[in-house]
């Protein structure tokens, strides 16, 4: 297939972004938003990675499906989001879940989200769909993945990442022939199927999906007329497509897209305060695993107009620098030390402070002689004066959210709590 018929499937293709979910295990960080509206890399949100995938594959017509503490992701679409042209029939439309086909149930699954808002997709009258989660970090051309949909005549592509098969008992996992197609579908085995010709590897779904839309019409009737459903694509319908039609796998390593400095594919669940806390450190590494700064593959975002970064102070002691870090507009690091660290849009960090592998959301204060290590710190956190923390568990497990990996979450009642 040629480079401008790929083009022509995914101008034929409409997104359709579940990012409703809280995302639980980042604790007390999706207390006030969506897992997909959690801060990532120091500028974006975790769901400008599956949207700037779409909008970089040529595809732009999408839908974002919201629900849990919808405000900040809404907010952060609608002000970061709005450049689609509807005289090109170009479009981003937001649907909050409302109830749309009864007053009595807000979305009950995956495939109920979708279901719910068929009426709508199917004005835009897409010939494919393409179901996201909203909640991942990859780069990702998806028109590979349609070509490799349609080239292979499935009901149903399913993508999936290859991780080691020691590792796979924690995702639902794709046993595969070796012409890609799905022979079954195992939720968290305890003995994952390796991949055909790669013993060590397995394939986990990634919660992305490419269907036929008439096709998928036709599936989701059926689904929310089945007695015992979920209602999830991921639990219910790939399962029957598996044992009743053609579920196709297609491998991350096809369409991962990497810049010169990316050696493998990079795919990850920030689900968990560790996973979170590791993923954005990782990215002040000398060469990071994933690449921010690929012009031909940019992250789109919303970002706020503020000054450049300033660094003031320079005594012994009090000497304003960082090093292995990543300093966003309008931080003023004031006589304090940097190292290792990941500092999100408006942070100000006071003189006399030492942060080593600190996380801090926009515009928190670091207050005078405060050591941290290890910390996340949510949105406009003000960290007092002299407090250390990363020093002593057991009185950090007492103080703040302290994780298995030890890894201290603050928030701003954490601070209110300290008296």
């Known amino acids: ?8 499937l995914a101008q034929q293709t409409m997104a359709f972004v579940l990012a409703g ?14 897992k997909p509206a959690v801060y990532f890399g120091g500028k974006a949100r975790i769901i400008d990675f599956a949207l ?30 709005s450049f689609f042209r509807a005289e090109r029939n170009e479009y981003l439309d937001i649907i909050p879940a409302s109830q749309q086909l009864n007053e009595t149930n807000w979305y009950m699954g995956t495939a109920d989200a979708v279901y719910q808002n068929i009426e709508i997709i199917r004005s835009y009258g897409p010939k494919y769909i393409l179901i996201l989660a909203g ?9 590979l993945m349609i070509q490799h949909h349609v080239e292979s005549g499935a009901d149903v592509t399913v993508g999936c990442v290859e991780v080691p098969r020691e590792e796979a008992s924690a995702f639902g996992v794709m046993h595969v022939d070796e012409n890609d197609k799905i022979i079954d579908f195992l939720e968290k085995p305890k003995d994952p199927p ?21 096709y998928l019409y036709d599936l989701l009737e059926k689904d929310a007329d089945t007695p015992g459903s979920k209602h999830d694509f991921g639990g219910d319908l790939i399962p029957r497509i598996v044992a009743d039609g053609l579920a196709i796998a297609h491998p991350f390593s096809r369409s991962c897209v990497r810049s010169g400095n990316e050696d493998k594919a990079y795919w990850r669940d920030v689900g968990t305060v560790d996973a979170f806390w590791q993923a954005n450190i990782d990215l002040t590494d000398f060469t990071p695993e994933l690449d921010l700064y690929d012009t031909d593959w940019p992250i789109w975002t919303y970002s706020e107009q503020m000054p450049p970064a300033k660094f003031i102070h320079n005594e012994e002691g009090r000497r304003g620098f960082a090093v292995s870090s990543m300093v966003s507009g309008g931080c003023i690091i004031s006589g304090s030390q940097l190292d290792q660290c990941l500092l999100y849009t408006g942070v100000h960090a006071r003189s006399y402070a030492a942060l080593k592998g600190v996380i801090a959301m926009p515009y928190a204060e670091i207050g005078r002689s405060a050591r941290l290590s290890k910390v996340v710190i949510d949105r406009g956190v003000c960290i007092p004066e002299g407090l250390v923390v990363g020093e002593d568990a057991d009185d950090d497990a007492k103080r703040f959210r302290r994780t298995d990996g030890g890894v201290c979450l603050i928030t701003q009642s954490m601070i209110d709590r300290l008296g």
């Open 194 to 214: 390796s991949m055909p010709g790669r013993p060590d590897e397995a394939l986990a779904s990634m919660g992305i999906y490419v269907f036929d839309a008439e």
């Open 135 to 143: 909640d991942h970090v990859y780069k990702q051309d998806y028109s």
């Open 52 to 81: 700037s995938n779409t909008v970089n594959s040529g595809i732009r017509r999408i839908a974002v499906a919201t629900q849990y503490k919808a405000h900040s992701l809404i907010r952060h679409l609608q002000r970061g989001w």
């Open 1 to 8: 297939m040629t480079e401008r018929e790929s083009q022509r």
């Open 21 to 34: 979910g809280r995302g639980s295990r980042l604790l007390e960080l999706t207390d006030k938003r969506a």
